[in-house]
């Protein structure tokens, strides 16, 4: 009796299919694995805010760092102040050391090379008055800044600069109705000369009126008395006082003397 071998029941097997490799052979995928199809509009759509954000990314974090720049060098390079025009709020220790870095648009200037001049005068009459600090290496024929500076405590503070023509500076008496003021005078030459009137907020001085006078050698007697009457004989840079109670300069007011006697 012949005996023949049983084949083993596939379909009840556990043993998982022998894998065949060929280049040829076709390769099964479950459908769970591949990604979903994205209908055409909406892939247009995300591919084109892709692109979008890609190209305006660096744009914006130029701006950004810039941003930070500028605003990190307002608050650090104090020197470049005085240049830029810009409030400072800053205690400061030593006035003139400040004054002379803003002079020289670096730290740590030489104070003598710079030759500060300085003096002080009541702009707000509180009792403590303001101090001014010039250089006569920046006056040329257009004149030169003052900066000012105001006493609290041990520091002082920055409150603007009074930039331009002057020759002279005094104070006004205060007016209720308004900041605190003061005058200058710039000598134009050919004795004539331009006083002004100015305001100031504590940070900005902003001029509000001026008048021609013409009191040099070459102007007029009347020129030389409206002289007299806003800063006083010798035009005293520190002259704070009211002197009298003449009226200050408007841009109406004029002592111009004879066309023939203009130079």
Request: one cysteine or more.
């Amino acid at each position: 009796m012949s005996t023949s071998r049983q084949q083993p029941n596939k379909i009840a097997s556990h043993e998982p299919p022998l894998l065949v490799s060929s280049s040829n052979a076709p390769v099964h995928r479950a459908r769970d694995s591949l990604p979903t199809p994205v209908s055409g509009a909406v892939g247009e759509l995300r591919r084109s805010m892709t692109m979008k954000a890609v190209q305006i990314l660096p744009l914006i974090c130029l701006l950004w760092v810039c941003s930070n720049s500028m605003s990190r060098g307002l608050a650090t390079e104090y020197y470049h102040v005085w240049k830029l025009d810009a409030a400072y709020d800053k205690p400061i220790s030593d006035p003139e050391q400040w004054a002379a870095d803003n002079f020289s648009d670096k730290p740590n200037a030489a104070k003598d090379d710079w030759k500060i001049e300085r003096f002080e005068l009541d702009i707000d009459h509180d009792g403590l008055p303001e101090l001014f600090l010039t250089t006569p290496r920046l006056h040329g024929n257009g004149g030169g800044p003052h900066l000012v500076f105001q006493k609290r405590g041990k520091f002082h503070f920055y409150g603007g600069q009074l930039s331009g023509r002057t020759n002279t500076i005094r104070g006004v008496p205060v007016d209720a109705d308004g900041p605190p003021r003061i005058m200058t005078f710039w000598n134009d030459g050919g004795g004539r000369g331009t006083a002004s009137v100015w305001k100031w907020d504590g940070k900005v001085f902003q001029r509000i009126s001026s008048e021609v006078i013409w009191s040099g050698d070459s102007g007029t007697e009347e020129g030389r008395r409206r002289f007299d009457e806003l800063f006083g004989e010798k035009g005293s840079e520190q002259n704070c006082s009211a002197n009298g109670s003449q009226p200050i300069p408007s841009e109406t007011n004029s002592t111009s003397p004879a066309a023939g006697s203009r130079r």
